[in-house]
């Protein structure tokens, strides 16, 4: 599984490109229930769900088989995702990482400070930091490094996990640990349970069923400081031509690989089993930025 991987969204199809967030707006988000009932969809096979039952039946189903290819898509030693030139765009599928970044730290940046949940400054502390899906550590590198003490990177393919730690360099590195792991298996039992300032988690649910990304949210959510812990998820909306409301899911026969776009209320409804409260979302041309925290 990868973080950072951006698809171009269309008829529920996959190309390697990245848009980033250029005249995203930013809100406080308003509370509200979220029904399985209402989220539909389709697959790039011609499969249509009428809700989000039908939907996580058929990815249990087809989950391992799905995985498999997935994890082979990516694997290759560090070579396979989305290719290019440089790390950063097997990561991306383009040159458009860093103005990614850039967006991003900028969005933390305004979480700190603007969300009324988080306004008591005095008490955030920035000393630790999980990146979940990490990749090659792009996150790490130019968003979390730059306001946390420390980072986990956490990346369930060994190659990109090893090369890591020669993308950041020796002296980043020495403030990073690096934890070779699937984040649905993620050590539930750790020693960081209520002890992390900070989780990340950014194109990476999309490579997750339903079932598993609720558990993976619980996990990760589980290690945050009570009451002062930020989690913030960017993952894909459907845009353009395609039905904002409906996802769309890309399977392994077609697409070589398992993929899925969420819709907005899709995304909230997993953070509502998650038990997570979304704060402030910002909507981007392909993509939506949330911030949660616990649900208290």
Known sequence: MKTSKKKNQGVAKTTATRTTTSAAATRISRKRIIHGDNIKGCDDVGNYFNTQDELAQHQKINRDGWYASTKTYWLKDGSGGYGGTTDEEAMVGDRGGEVDSTEGLAFLDRV?????????????????????????????????????????????????????????????????????????????????????????????????????????????????????????????????????????????????????????NHHRLLFQRAGLTVNQTEEGVETNTYALSLTI
Not at 229 to 252: C, H, L, S, W
């Open 112 to 264: 700190v400070t603007e969300n009324s949940n988080f306004n008591h400054i005095k008490k955030l502390k920035f000393a630790r930091a999980i990146d979940a899906g990490a990749g090659v550590g792009r996150v790490t590198k130019h968003i979390l490094l730059k306001r946390y003490e420390n980072v986990q990177l956490v990346e369930a393919d060994s190659g990109w996990s090893k090369r890591s730690k020669t993308y950041l360099g020796r002296k980043r590195a020495a403030r990073c640990t690096f934890t070779c792991s699937r984040i649905e298996e993620l050590d539930q039992d750790s020693d960081d349970t209520s002890s992390i300032d900070l989780v990340w988690l950014q194109w990476t649910l999309q490579y997750l069923t339903d079932a598993d990304a609720v558990e993976t949210l619980q996990n990760l959510a589980a290690r945050l400081i009570l009451k002062t812990g930020i989690f913030i998820v960017k993952e894909n909306r459907p845009y353009g031509a395609a039905r904002q409301d409906r996802f769309q899911m890309d399977t392994p026969g077609v697409s070589g690989r398992y993929d899925i776009t969420r819709s907005d």
